[in-house]
């Protein structure tokens, strides 16, 4: 907390970050204060113009005003540890390896360092992340200072150059005896302080670049917290140890495969039966219809194969009579092309056809009563007697 004066008070508005209507408030400026405007990758509360920290208030507190700020500290000592765990990672990167740092996120989870290189190895990041925490132990003091523009220090600082509107001291956040680098964020005063740094591993980034992927201090213990609730919860699941949880997840992936053939193989040996069993009766109808839960469109399409459609109107669906499924309209060419579309409409889905087969997915199988009555409609209609 920080108690500071009001210096000026204008109306304003305010639009939100997930969009919507702009709120209506106030822009604050302060004597001084201890929130920190977004900038380089670091997050924060409130924006700034110019040389001011603009702090957006719904109510109008008077110029002169004694006003109590207030933020979250363990969100702010958070975005300290991975800022200066950031720093040193960067820094030891260049030193061991001759990578050099393009950009960097702070994320709401795990934080990622932009590095200009095509390739990064497993053993680099080993090496590196062991170096990087070997610092930490040494407990490395990290300081502030400011240097004028023309200093001739400035031309020894790490940076990616000035903003060309920048005016004032330069802000010089150094590890001491690692690292001099420009900076605005906020940080840790020993390199202790962020506790461990895990790297993650790299991703592939931008044309020529790699993402590594980290994370500092608390956000190490949260993980592996979660990593052990994980574990507890799969040694429950699975009746054996950490240790095995791989294999045995393996197997099960293994009897999922096999069980999925073989039902497979049993939905084809169905359709067949289906099939066969309409045919084999003596007056077939000119309607066929059939819903199963269980299916695809393979189902489907043996079923229409082995009937064949040159006599018969055959509408087939598969999947939760309450839900969403599939559908198959199969039968004369001219009658397909001419129902398909009604049918799609019927069920509130898509589809597409050619060849007397009009198939696709289906939103309101609910409503496949309406469309058996459509087709029977239709047949009354194509019949001699009709």
Do not use: Y
């Not at 820094?91 to 994320?107: C, Y």
């Not at 399409?301 to 006599?311: L, S």
Request: hydrophobic content about 35%; some cysteine; charged content about 25%.
């Amino acid at each position: 907390q920080f108690t500071t004066t009001v210096l000026s008070c204008e109306a304003a508005e305010l639009l939100p970050e997930g969009g919507g209507e702009p709120v209506r408030g106030f822009h604050v400026v302060l004597e001084d204060t201890i929130l920190f405007p977004e900038g380089g990758g670091q997050v924060g509360p409130s924006g700034g113009a110019g040389g001011s920290a603009l702090h957006f208030v719904r109510a109008a507190p008077p110029p002169g005003a004694r006003v109590l700020l207030s933020l979250d500290w363990q969100r702010r000592f958070d975005h300290m540890q991975q800022h200066s765990g950031q720093h040193l990672i960067t820094a030891i990167a260049d030193q061991m390896f001759g990578f050099k740092t393009t950009s960097w996120e702070l994320g709401r989870q795990r934080s990622v360092i932009e590095l200009d290189t095509p390739s990064v190895t497993a053993e680099q990041v080993e090496a590196l992340e062991r170096s990087v925490n070997e610092k930490i132990r040494e407990r490395i003091p990290v300081t502030v200072r400011e240097l004028a523009a023309d200093d001739p220090e400035v031309e020894k600082v790490r940076s990616r150059g000035l903003p060309d509107d920048h005016a004032g001291p330069v802000r010089v956040v150094s590890i001491e005896g690692v690292d001099d680098n420009m900076c605005c964020g906020t940080h840790v005063s020993n390199l202790s302080d962020l506790q461990v740094i895990k790297l993650l591993g790299t991703e592939k980034g931008k044309k020529n670049k790699m993402n590594l992927v980290f994370l500092a201090g608390n956000r190490v213990l949260k993980s592996i917290e979660q990593s052990h609730s994980t574990e507890k919860a799969l040694t429950s699941l699975l009746k054996n140890g950490p240790s095995e949880h791989v294999e045995a997840v393996k197997r099960l992936q293994s009897n999922v495969k096999q069980l999925q053939k073989n039902n497979l193989n049993l939905l084809r040996d169905m359709a067949v039966l289906i099939a066969r069993d309409f045919k084999n009766k003596p007056v077939r109808s000119e309607l066929f219809v059939l819903h199963r839960k269980e299916g695809d469109s393979e189902f489907m399409n043996i079923i229409a194969n082995e009937i064949g459609t040159e006599e018969t109107l055959l509408f087939l669906t598969v999947g939760d009579e309450k839900e969403a499924g599939l559908f198959l309209l199969a039968g004369p060419a001219e009658a397909v092309e001419k129902l398909g579309p009604r049918v799609a409409e019927l069920l509130e889905g898509k589809g597409a056809g050619k060849r007397g087969r009009f198939q696709g997915k289906a939103t309101r199988m609910s409503r496949r009563g309406e469309v058996q009555a459509l087709l029977q409609g239709f047949i009354r209609q194509q019949s001699p007697e009709a």
